[in-house]
């Protein structure tokens, strides 16, 4: 019995995740387009590309970072390359390999699109929340992921 109540507990938990997430993203991301911003994924590829003061990544450690499906990741970088942000590089001793790097461009973007990206996640995520609650919810979204790498959004 007491596994049964265990169970709709992390149910609950779930479905409420679930739809916190999804509810946020919607919010966060209509607010940077409102701004005339372009998606949030793209902000977050030039992000993880300009980290360490700028890198070259291979698709697949990319997809890794973003948590992003490669069909899903494909398409997007064909765009933001077509938009002249990142650009693909053949890789080093692997003729097909390619490595995708942030433009000068990709990284003024990126800078662009920070400000609002920041706003839209101060009035978005747990605005009502204490500092205290804030730490709070970080712990206990770290204890459900664990694995994930720690990091910011900013610039």
Do not use: F
């Not at 007491?2 to 507990?9: G, P, W």
């Not at 938990?13 to 509810?23: E, Y």
């Not at 499906?69 to 064909?78: E, F, I, P, V």
């Not at 609650?133 to 979204?141: G, S, T, V």
């Amino acid at each position: 019995m007491a596994e049964e109540k265990r169970i709709e507990r992390v149910q609950h938990v779930w479905v409420r995740l679930i739809r916190a997430h999804d509810n946020v993203v919607r919010k966060v991301e209509a607010a940077v387009k409102a701004k005339g911003l372009p998606p949030i994924e793209w902000y977050d590829v030039l992000l993880e590309l300009s980290r360490e003061g700028g890198r070259k990544l291979r698709p697949v450690e990319l997809e890794k970072e973003l948590l992003v499906a490669q069909y899903n990741l494909s398409r997007l970088l064909d765009r933001m390359e077509a938009a002249g942000l990142v650009e693909r590089l053949t890789c080093p001793g692997d003729g097909r390999g390619q490595m995708i790097q942030a433009t000068p461009e990709g990284r003024a973007m990126q800078k662009r699109i920070w400000p609002s990206y920041r706003e839209a996640l101060e009035e978005h995520v747990a605005p009502d929340l204490s500092e205290k609650d804030l730490e709070q919810l970080a712990k206990l979204l770290g204890a459900i992921g664990g694995h994930l790498r720690p990091g910011g959004c900013g610039n």
